[in-house]
């Protein structure tokens, strides 16, 4: 049945549908794409995870911290994590069964500097924005030489943190 009002007949319209995955993704990468070339510490990202966690977290190593911050911002942090040390929240992955060695466009990237494979010596992470058909990966990454950049990488990836 139609509902009337003094302007004429009225729809009711449908509920909204959930956001998609894809839609999820892409909100992540715009908000972490929007902090490009962000640099120094204190900033916004530490002083944001330094209200939830403490204080000690004002000047602390921060590219996972971004991460967490730019999952906050896009409205996916429950699913994204929140996470300071890299390896914890490789291993939070692992646990919930959402880890893996396959790229994929928003997936949380986990690196080892030395070249590792263990999750126990990751010592960064990022959000993978593009995988290229070679299997290398295009990221947005904080505290990367300091700042918020986009960077393309194929070395030094222990894996992914799948999460939409």
Not at 58 to 63: D, F, S
Not at 96 to 118: E, L, M, N, Q, T
Request: proline share 5%; aromatic share 12%.
């Amino acid at each position: 049945m139609r509902a009337t009002s003094s302007a004429g007949p009225t729809t009711r319209s449908a509920s909204p549908k959930p956001p998609t995955a894809a839609s999820r993704v892409s909100a992540l990468l715009k908000a972490a794409g929007g902090e490009i070339g962000t640099s120094g510490v204190p900033n916004e990202y530490t002083r944001w995870y330094a209200r939830l966690k403490g204080s000690v977290f004002l000047t602390a190593p921060w590219c996972a911290i971004f991460v967490a911050w730019a999952a906050q911002e896009a409205g996916v942090r429950a699913t994204v994590g929140t996470y300071a040390y890299t390896p914890t929240w490789a291993a939070w992955f692992a646990a919930k069964g959402r880890w893996g060695i396959k790229p994929r466009r928003g997936a949380i990237v986990f690196y080892d500097w030395a070249g590792g494979k263990s999750r126990a010596g990751i010592d960064h992470a990022g959000i993978v924005e593009k995988v290229y058909s070679d299997g290398s990966i295009s990221s947005i990454e904080g505290n990367s030489s300091g700042r918020v950049q986009r960077v393309h990488r194929s070395s030094s990836i222990v894996g992914f943190g799948y999460w939409a």
